[in-house]
């Protein structure tokens, strides 16, 4: 199987930074795009960047400028730099990647869509 493990969240007051991983591991031929999303309680789980496997990234509008998305293809890690982070921002944030196993290979099937189990970060006033 595939499985996706995010870390470092964790508490930082407003202003502050963090960075968040996410490493894929399992029968992984290769990832394409990766993503990361946000769900603070009693709302919508949001997009908040992405990234391809040639490195095109994308990103929200309220996190532009702030926000970094990034990936290590070899070690089969995205990471997510977040600066000036804000109270509002406080959310379990969750890793996404669609990934092309063996299996895809060789089935000629469509590449899956995979989850973290999310992290969360808390940002105090």
């Known amino acids: 199987q595939v499985q996706l493990v995010e870390s470092g969240g964790g508490l930082v007051q407003a202003g502050g930074s963090l960075r968040l991983s996410c490493a894929a591991s399992?029968?992984?031929?290769?990832?394409?795009?990766m993503g990361w999303y946000r769900q603070a309680p009693g709302k919508q789980r949001e997009l908040v960047a992405t990234?391809?496997?040639?490195?095109?990234?994308n990103y929200a509008d309220s996190v532009k400028g702030r926000f970094t998305i990034s990936r290590d293809n070899a070690k089969n890690t995205g990471y997510l730099q977040m600066n000036s982070l804000k109270t509002e921002e406080t959310a379990d944030y969750y890793c996404?990647?669609?990934?092309?196993?063996?299996?895809?290979?060789?089935?000629?099937?469509?590449?899956?869509?995979?989850w973290g189990q999310g992290t969360q970060v808390t940002v105090s006033s």
């Open positions: 996404n990647a669609v990934v092309v196993t063996a299996v895809v290979v060789a089935t000629k099937v469509n590449p899956k869509n995979y």
């Open positions: 399992g029968s992984i031929f290769s990832i394409n795009a």
């Open positions: 990234i391809t496997s040639g490195g095109s990234t």
